[in-house]
């Protein structure tokens, strides 16, 4: 019998928010052979054995097909995607992946937005906390 694999990984990921839980998240993805594009609004230097670290946020989106936001609240994801210039920088067919604390209205409307840039939003929130992202889990 055949093994069952998963999708293939994309090459390389963005990801905004290196905190408590996008910490141990781009540390798995870069131990899976992804390459992390990361940013956060604190300079996170520990990271810089795992991840490719960027000064701005719409950095991360540089050759990234996907970028994942792992932020505290729908504030700062606006702030990211908006002010930021994350929104302005994704290509067609990028996969924006929102696993922050978002308010649903806020991302539906996210969500047209994105659209409109010929990429699509996808909202993913998580649930485990800190221990679930170490874990893996």
Do not use: Y
């Not at 490719?52 to 792992?70: K, N």
């Not at 504030?75 to 308010?103: I, K, W, Y």
């Not at 937005?113 to 998580?126: K, N, S, T």
């Amino acid at each position: 019998m055949a093994e069952q694999q998963g999708p293939a990984l994309p090459g390389t990921v963005g990801f905004v928010g290196l905190g408590r839980m996008g910490e141990p998240m781009v540390r798995r993805l870069a131990a899976a052979g992804v390459t992390v594009r990361g940013h956060d609004a604190v300079p996170r230097p520990a990271l810089a054995d795992a991840v490719t670290l960027v000064d701005e946020a719409a950095d991360v989106a540089s050759g990234a097909p996907v970028v994942i936001l792992m932020l505290p609240d729908s504030n700062v994801v606006d702030a990211v995607v908006r002010d930021a210039g994350l929104l302005d920088a994704l290509a067609p067919g990028t996969v924006l992946v929102d696993m922050s604390s978002s308010e649903p209205l806020r991302t539906r409307s996210l969500a047209v937005e994105v659209a409109a840039r010929g990429a699509v939003l996808v909202d993913a929130p998580v649930s485990g906390g800190v221990g679930g992202a170490t874990a893996g889990t």
